[in-house]
C-alpha cells in the first residue's frame, strides 16, 4: 500500500466531506464532474459518481439546493434536512476517495473523518444561520448563504488540486466559525444583575 496515496486520498476525501457540511450536492457535482471528464480517479464502488445520470442528478440537486437557501424560512427547513445529508454524502464520498481496502476500514474511516468534517461545518452553519435569524430578522441569511456556497465550490475544487492545503483551510474555517458562534452566543446571553 502506497502511503504517501493513502494521505492524500485521506485529505482529498475529508476536505470534500467539510465541503459537503457548507452544501450537500456541491461537492458531489465538482466530484461527479471531474470523474466523468477522467481528471480524477475513484475507487469501483464510487464509480457510479462519474455516470451521466449520476452528473445529471447532482446538476438539478445542486441548482435546488442553492437557490433555496436563498428563501427565509425555507434555509432552516433545509438545515433540518441536509444536517442528516451531510453526514451521509460525508461518509460516502470520503470512502470514495479512498483506495480499495477491507469494508470496515474504509467505512469506519468515511464514517469518523467524513461524516465528522461535514457534520461540524454543517452544525456550524447551522447555528451561525439561527444568529443571522434571529439578530437581522432572516435579512442576513442570503449573505450566510452566498459565502455558504463560495465555501463549498472553493473548498471541493481546492480539494480535488491540493487537498492537504484544503483539509487545513476547511479546519480553519471549521474553528473560525465555532469560535464565531460562541462569540456571538455570549453576546446574546442576558447579562446577571449586580449584587446588592
Same mark, same amino acid.
Do not use: K
Given at each position: 500500500?502506497?502511503? @504517501?496515496?493513502?494521505?492524500?486520498?485521506?485529505?482529498?476525501?475529508?476536505?470534500?466531506?467539510?465541503?459537503? /457540511?457548507? #452544501?450537500? @450536492?456541491?461537492?458531489?457535482?465538482?466530484?461527479?464532474?471531474?470523474?466523468?471528464?477522467?481528471?480524477?480517479?475513484?475507487?469501483?464502488? @464510487?464509480? =457510479?459518481?462519474?455516470?451521466?445520470?449520476?452528473?445529471?442528478?447532482?446538476?438539478?440537486? !445542486?441548482?435546488?439546493?442553492?437557490?433555496?437557501?436563498?428563501?427565509?424560512?425555507?434555509?432552516?427547513?433545509?438545515?433540518?434536512?441536509?444536517?442528516?445529508?451531510?453526514?451521509?454524502?460525508?461518509?460516502?464520498? !470520503?470512502?470514495?476517495?479512498?483506495?480499495?481496502?477491507?469494508?470496515?476500514?474504509? =467505512?469506519?474511516?468515511?464514517?469518523?473523518?467524513?461524516?465528522?468534517?461535514?457534520?461540524?461545518?454543517?452544525?456550524?452553519?447551522?447555528?451561525? #444561520?439561527?444568529?443571522?435569524?434571529? !439578530?437581522?430578522?432572516?435579512?442576513?441569511?442570503?449573505?450566510?448563504?452566498?459565502?455558504?456556497?463560495? @465555501?463549498?465550490?472553493?473548498?471541493?475544487?481546492?480539494?480535488?488540486?491540493?487537498?492537504?492545503?484544503?483539509?487545513?483551510?476547511?479546519?480553519?474555517? /471549521?474553528?473560525?466559525?465555532? #469560535?464565531?458562534?460562541?462569540?456571538?452566543? #455570549?453576546?446574546?446571553?442576558?447579562?446577571?444583575?449586580?449584587?446588592?
Amino acid at each position: 500500500m502506497d502511503y @504517501f496515496q493513502l494521505i492524500l486520498a485521506l485529505c482529498m476525501g475529508i476536505s470534500l466531506s467539510a465541503a459537503c /457540511g457548507f #452544501r450537500v @450536492f456541491v461537492p458531489l457535482l465538482v466530484v461527479s464532474l471531474a470523474v466523468h471528464f477522467g481528471g480524477l480517479g475513484v475507487n469501483e464502488t @464510487f464509480a =457510479w459518481v462519474g455516470s451521466d445520470t449520476a452528473l445529471i442528478c447532482l446538476g438539478v440537486a !445542486t441548482l435546488v439546493e442553492v437557490l433555496a437557501y436563498y428563501i427565509p424560512m425555507v434555509d432552516h427547513a433545509l438545515d433540518a434536512v441536509n444536517t442528516p445529508l451531510a453526514l451521509v454524502a460525508g461518509t460516502v464520498i !470520503t470512502c470514495g476517495m479512498l483506495p480499495e481496502m477491507p469494508d470496515y476500514v474504509q =467505512w469506519g474511516i468515511g464514517v469518523v473523518g467524513g461524516a465528522g468534517a461535514a457534520g461540524t461545518i454543517q452544525a456550524g452553519t447551522a447555528a451561525l #444561520r439561527g444568529i443571522s435569524t434571529a !439578530t437581522t430578522g432572516t435579512l442576513g441569511n442570503p449573505i450566510l448563504a452566498t459565502l455558504e456556497n463560495i @465555501f463549498s465550490v472553493l473548498g471541493a475544487l481546492l480539494a480535488i488540486v491540493v487537498p492537504v492545503v484544503a483539509l487545513i483551510g476547511l479546519l480553519l474555517m /471549521g474553528f473560525i466559525i465555532y #469560535r464565531i458562534v460562541r462569540r456571538l452566543r #455570549r453576546r446574546r446571553r442576558p447579562q446577571a444583575a449586580p449584587a446588592t
